[in-house]
C-alpha cells in the first residue's frame, strides 16, 4: 500500500475526534429518525429522514475522506448506479456499458432507461476504447469486471471520453478505494456497492456515488431526496463499523489471494485461470499501473457444471453463495446469474481466513473432483 493509502487507512478511526464533546461516545451513536425538532422557519440542521441523518454523515465523511470527493450514500448499489444514471442523463442520450461487467446493470439500461428514450451499447471491458467515444453522453466501466476480471485503463479512457464532451462513470466495487480510485484516473464519478467488502459482513446492502464535480453531486443528491431512494440509519450504521476494519480485511484478503491464485495455476483441475496479481494474466501489467492491489476476486473454470458445484459445496472453509467482499470465503458458479460463461465457471471470493488453512481446504475440495493431487 501507498504511503497516501496508509496515512488516509490511519486517520480513518479517527475523523469524529475532533468533533466530540465531553462525555460524547468514541463509537458512533446511531440515529434512527423520521422528523427531528424543527421550530421555525430555519434551515441549516436536520429536519426528516429523508433530506438528511446524522449517521448517513458519519458514514459518508469516511467515504469522502476514502475517496477524496464529497459522497452520497444509497440502500444498495444498484440504487447508486441509479442515482448516477438519473441525475445526468436525459432522453435522447446515448451510453456505453461494458459487456462482461455485472448483468444488472445492463438489464437497468434496456429495462429501465431504454423506454425513457436513452439508448446503450456494450463493449468489452478489455477493448473498451476501441471504437471512440464520439455520440455517447456516458461511458460506464466497471474494472476488473465482475465476473471475468478484466481491466481497461481508467486514465486513457477518461481522456478519450472528455475529447467528445462525455462522462466516465467507473464502479468501483472490486476494488473499494483502498485497491483503486478511479477519480484520481480522471474519472468523473465513481459508484460502488459497500454491499461488498467495505461493509464486509455480508450482512447490509449499501451503495455510494463519489465525484468531484459539486454540480454532480447536488444532482445525485436531490435525485435521493425525491426519489426517497435512501439508505436506511442502522444500514448505514453498520457499512460505518465495516469501514472501520476495511484496510485490515481488505489487506488479509488481498494478500491471500496473491497466494491462492498462484498455487492454483499449478492445478490440473483448473483452466482459465484469471487473477490480476498473476505475472501472466492479460491484466497484470495495466492492473500494477493504475491499481494498489489486485484484489480478492479470483475466476477459473472447472470441467462442468457438476465438478465446479462439488468444488464449491464440498469446500470446509467455503460459503456457496452468490455477491463476494464478504469476511467468509464464498463462491458461484457464475452462469446461475446469467452471465456469459461456461457452466463450470467459478467466482471466487477470498475471505478472511488464515491462508494456509483455507488453501488446504481449498486443495482438498479440488483433489476431490480430480481424484489426483498437483499435476
Ligand atoms: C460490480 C457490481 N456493481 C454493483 C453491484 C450491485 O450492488 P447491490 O447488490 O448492492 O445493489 C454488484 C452486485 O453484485 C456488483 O457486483
Given at each position: 500500500m501507498s504511503e497516501t493509502a496508509k496515512s488516509r487507512a490511519a486517520a480513518l478511526p479517527h475523523l469524529r475526534r475532533s468533533g466530540l464533546a465531553m462525555g460524547d461516545s468514541i463509537p458512533l451513536p446511531l440515529t434512527m429518525a423520521a422528523i427531528f425538532h424543527a421550530p421555525g422557519?430555519?434551515?441549516?440542521?436536520?429536519?426528516y429522514g429523508r433530506f438528511s441523518n446524522p449517521t448517513w454523515d458519519a458514514v459518508e465523511h469516511m467515504l469522502a475522506h476514502l475517496e477524496d470527493a464529497p459522497c452520497v450514500a444509497f440502500p444498495s448499489g444498484m440504487a447508486a448506479i441509479s442515482a448516477a444514471f438519473f441525475a445526468v442523463l436525459k432522453a435522447g442520450d446515448r451510453i456505453l456499458l461494458p459487456s462482461d461487467g455485472y448483468h444488472t446493470t445492463r438489464a437497468l439500461a434496456e429495462r429501465f432507461l431504454k423506454p425513457l428514450g436513452i439508448t446503450y451499447d456494450v463493449r468489452p471491458t478489455s477493448t473498451?476504447?476501441?471504437?471512440?467515444?464520439?455520440?455517447?453522453r456516458l461511458a460506464f466501466v466497471e474494472t476488473p469486471a465482475n465476473p471475468g476480471l478484466d481491466i481497461c485503463d481508467i486514465a486513457a479512457v477518461a481522456g478519450a471520453v472528455h475529447k467528445t464532451g462525455a462522462i466516465l462513470v467507473v464502479d468501483n466495487t472490486t476494488m473499494t478505494p483502498f485497491g483503486q480510485r478511479p477519480l484520481d484516473h480522471g474519472a468523473d464519478i465513481v459508484v460502488a456497492a459497500?454491499?461488498?467488502?467495505?461493509?464486509?459482513?455480508?450482512?447490509v446492502l449499501f451503495g455510494h456515488v463519489a465525484s468531484r464535480n459539486a454540480d454532480i453531486i447536488a444532482a445525485v443528491t436531490g435525485w435521493r431526496e425525491v426519489s426517497g431512494s435512501i439508505p436506511g440509519p442502522f444500514e448505514a450504521w453498520l457499512v460505518h463499523r465495516g469501514l472501520e476494519t476495511l484496510d485490515v480485511r481488505f489487506d488479509r484478503m488481498c494478500s491471500s489471494a496473491e497466494v491462492i491464485a498462484r498455487r492454483l495455476q499449478?492445478?490440473?483441475?483448473?483452466?482459465g485461470l484469471r487473477y490480476p496479481?498473476?505475472?501472466?494474466?492479460?491484466s497484470h501489467n495495466l492492473a500494477r499501473a493504475q491499481m494498489e492491489r489486485f484484489g480478492f476476486l479470483i475466476s477459473f473454470e472447472l470441467a462442468s457444471e457438476d465438478k465446479a458445484e462439488d468444488f464449491i459445496n464440498n469446500c470446509a472453509l467455503m460459503q456457496a453463495a452468490t455477491s463476494f467482499g464478504g469476511v467468509h470465503t464464498s463462491a458461484e458458479r457464475r452462469l446461475k446469474r446469467?452471465?456469459?460463461?461456461?457452466?463450470?465457471f467459478v467466482r471466487l471470493s477470498v475471505g478472511c481466513e488464515p491462508v494456509e488453512e483455507l488453501w488446504k481446504a481449498i486443495e482438498t475440495s479440488l483433489d476431490g473432483i480430480s481424484g489426483s493431487r498437483l499435476g
Open positions: 422557519d430555519a434551515t441549516g440542521f436536520n429536519q473498451f476504447l476501441d471504437g471512440g467515444f464520439d455520440g455517447y459497500d454491499t461488498k467488502a467495505p461493509n464486509g459482513h455480508s450482512d499449478g492445478h490440473k483441475a483448473i483452466s496479481g498473476l505475472e501472466g494474466d492479460p446469467g452471465d456469459a460463461v461456461s457452466a463450470g
